[in-house]
């Protein structure tokens, strides 16, 4: 059963790991900050004391393996406060780690490195003083933790401190899932307004049917004056009597009808016009509210970015490069969850810069650059509540030539495309699903995937992203994405029996065409707009949908939806555009989460639900269907061949294993001189080798392949190793590897991408000859 102290803990702890995020960050800034600039007396005490403070912090929530290590981290700044010491590059390195391995203790994983193990080498630090006495939780008596009334009061967290209340008494710290919940709360609301708009146009409607009633009233009323004259004037004794009295009754209910249906109309139009002011009141309340609580989520871009200090970092030295990441308007607020969303984004455009764009030192001195190249995000304001956030590095820039080759080479374009397109349209082929210029595939790039990634995340949040690149200058793409995730606009359509919607945002225009009229090309129905062939794709037929209509449809006009996304856009057929109106998504849940073109639900007015579609992946479905990859850069898996090479018996069976359930035919070599023979015998479309074997290693089985000539030297070569330092990466490169791969980061999935991503340059190289 849980206690009263048990609850206390859990709450203690939570209020804990957020003031600990705050105190990381920190402290990862300000290692970053020291590691350029040198140690500064300011910048080394912000650093000790904040420290402190976390090791304050988790002493007083018994977090004893994070004490430990801010313990150890304290003293060595001890020393570098009194001037005994200066770090070096691998002390940073440690220093990273360290926080990483609290970061992982925070979030309950097991850490890739003990705590046991920084501790020690953070002890082992040179200059540092053995340390002795209850200072260390390890060396603490039994009984002296916090609940055995000692004084801890200078490093309990921050939250206790009475003059941090009182400077900070006009904020209230709320917990991520409530702001959350509020944020759905007031959107549910539209649901409400959405409701009443229903109300007020079936009451519109009902008004529309009293003015039929009017005009059909007028036009029986002189009829009515003919049977008043004659049952109640002198005609009255030509009528049989048994006639009379009820003909006076009839007309006399028609007067009252008339001033009763009259006077309800009035009823029912004042009815209207004070629903109309409730329903404006509504609006005005519950835009209100939602402003409000969406400015409650707004937090300043820093909190996304700072960390990214430490991933380029970390990265560029994996990579071998020296670069340095400035961080400009990051006070500038922006919604947490476009914040969130836009993590993976920056991520894939950062490594993207130092991977591809940024030279080596030796490169960039020998064009005369700084050895040490930079990569600058800028956020900045734009207008309409958007705003910018760009991506510049001082690289290389885009080799247009380069991306035109990959782009044929992987289908993504055809010859004569390619010979369409200007250079400055070829540098979007970039943000294509498959587009990479790198000539090896890694762990770390190389896959074609990240660039597709930033345009699919930020089309998403209804945002925009634009590219410009100099040769030999570098490369700056900019992501335009609104500061608030504001509420969606969807065009409701109706196609067969389903009404469904389309986000407005990526709704380029609305027209009616007959269907015979459209013109066929390469095959499929296509539409011609403003001097761009676009192809049109039944709605039905794009969600796999049979067609129920009756003969002689093609012959009455249809609306077409022009759907943009990014670079591609197509025209989508339906049966009727309903109107445009404000939504909310709702998600379709975790059974239903993988269902393609569909992207959630909404609540119509009258209480439907229609579904949301993804345009995305409607045009990707659309534009895959038009242009299917030539059979030649498909081929068969069980045709290639390929030889893995490892001295390990349980690597080899493993990569076998793998390469052969994905049908590929497998033959095995213990080391390098084995394989070679093997290579010289027979032909293979790749080889898989290990790097560290006996009597030949990968590099120089390499090496020899590539020396050897003929059909030897075009065979595909990627290397799967333990060897993971920039140094060892890069000679895999040049001995002229295609793939590098380290067995840390091994996953089967990833490694068969990597395997037919090259055997389709194979295929390609093949056809050219």
């Known amino acids: 059963m849980t206690g009263p102290d048990d609850v206390f803990r859990a ?145 309990m967290p921050g939250p206790y401190n009475g003059s941090e209340q009182g400077a900070d008494r006009g904020m209230v710290r709320i917990a991520a899932h409530k702001l959350d919940r509020l944020t759905a709360g007031a959107e549910s609301l539209l649901t409400t307004r959405l409701f009443i708009t229903q109300r007020i146009r079936e009451l519109e409607e009902m008004l529309t049917r009293f003015s039929l009633w009017q005009w059909n009233y007028s036009q029986a009323f002189n009829d009515l004056q003919v049977i008043r004259g004659r049952a109640f004037g002198e005609e009255k004794a030509t009528i049989p009597p048994d006639l009379v009295l009820p003909l006076q009754r009839t007309v006399e209910f028609q007067e009252y009808n008339r001033e009763f249906i009259t006077n309800l109309q009035h009823d029912v ?73 836009l993590k993976d984004p920056i991520t894939h455009l950062i490594r993207n810069s130092i991977d591809h764009g940024i030279e080596s030192p030796e490169a960039r001195r020998a064009e005369q650059k700084p050895a040490t190249g930079s990569v600058r995000i800028r956020v900045f304001h734009r207008s309409g509540s958007r705003v910018g956030i760009e991506v510049a590095d001082d690289g290389a820039g885009i080799d247009s030539s380069a991306i035109r080759r990959t782009a044929v080479e992987n289908a993504v374009i055809t010859e004569d495309e390619d010979r369409a397109l200007t250079d400055s349209e070829a540098i979007w082929l970039i943000f294509r699903s498959g587009m990479t210029t790198s000539r090896i595939v890694t762990d770390l790039s190389g896959r074609g995937l990240g660039l597709a990634i930033v345009e699919d995340t930020v089309s998403r949040l209804g945002g925009t992203v634009t590219v410009s690149s100099t040769v030999g200058r570098g490369t700056a793409i900019t992501l335009t994405v609104p500061v608030r995730m504001a509420t969606l606009r969807g065009l409701l359509v109706r196609s067969e029996r389903q009404v469904y919607v389309l986000p407005m945002q990526q709704v380029k225009q609305v027209l009616r065409v007959r269907p015979d009229s459209l013109t066929i090309t390469k095959g499929r129905p296509t539409i011609s707009l403003a001097g ?45 555009v309903i109107r445009v109106q404000e939504i909310v998504v709702r998600p379709l849940g975790s059974q239903l989460v993988s269902v393609r073109r569909i992207d959630g639900a909404v609540t119509l007015g009258d209480g439907r639900l229609a579904l949301v579609l ?130 840390k980061s091994f996953e089967a999935e990833e490694f068969l991408k990597i395997v037919r991503r090259l055997m389709r340059r194979r295929e390609g190289e093949r056809e050219e000859r």
């Open 614 to 743: 993804d345009p995305l992946e409607l045009i990707q479905d659309a534009m895959q269907a038009e242009r299917p990859v030539p059979a030649s850069a498909l081929p068969q898996a069980a045709q290639q061949r390929i030889l893995v090479v490892d001295d390990s018996v349980t690597s080899r069976a493993l990569l076998q294993a793998i390469l052969e359930g994905a049908g590929y035919q497998v033959e095995t070599a213990v080391n390098g001189i084995d394989a070679f023979a093997r290579l010289k015998q027979h032909e293979f479309d790749m080889v898989v080798s290990d790097v560290d074997m006996p009597r030949m290693n990968g590099f120089t089985l390499t090496e020899k392949i590539r020396a050897e000539g003929g059909q030897v030297a075009r065979t595909r070569v990627v290397l799967v190793t333990s060897l993971g330092s920039p140094e060892d990466r890069e000679r895999g490169k040049t001995v002229g590897a295609d793939g590098y791969i380290v067995k």
């Open 532 to 576: 761009e062939t676009i192809e049109v794709i039944r709605l039905t037929d794009a969600l796999g949908i049979p067609s129920s209509g009756p003969a002689g449809e093609e012959e009455r006009p249809k609306p077409l939806v022009i759907i943009a996304y990014g670079a591609g856009q197509i025209a989508g057929m339906v049966d009727e």
């Open 269 to 341: 139009a004042t009815h209207l016009r004070s629903m109309e002011i409730d329903r404006s009141a509504l609006e005005t309340s519950t835009s209100e509210i939602s402003d409000l609580v969406h400015d409650a989520a707004l937090l300043p871009a820093s909190t996304m970015l700072a960390p990214f200090s430490a991933f380029v970092r970390e990265f560029s030295r994996t990579s071998g490069k020296s670069v340095d990441l400035a961080i400009e308007g990051g006070e500038i607020e922006v919604d947490r969850r476009i914040l969130d969303a």
């Open 11 to 155: 709450r203690l702890l939570e209020t804990f790991r957020e003031e600990a995020d705050g105190h990381l960050e920190a402290i990862t800034e300000g290692l970053i900050a020291l590691e350029k600039a040198g140690p500064t007396p300011e910048l080394v005490e912000r650093i000790y004391r904040t420290v402190h403070s976390l090791k304050g912090a988790s002493r007083a929530v018994n977090l004893r393996d994070i004490e430990s290590i801010c313990q150890n981290i304290e003293t060595v700044f001890s020393l570098v406060k009194r001037g005994e010491y200066v770090p070096g590059a691998d002390d940073f390195d440690l220093f990273h780690r360290a926080i990483a391995v609290i970061k992982s203790l925070l979030r309950g994983e097991r850490p890739e490195t003990p705590p046991a193990e920084i501790n020690a080498a953070l002890r082992a630090v040179p200059g540092r003083k053995e340390t002795t006495g209850s200072d260390l939780p390890e060396d603490r008596p039994a009984g002296s933790g916090p609940a055995s009334g000692g004084n801890h009061a200078a490093d």
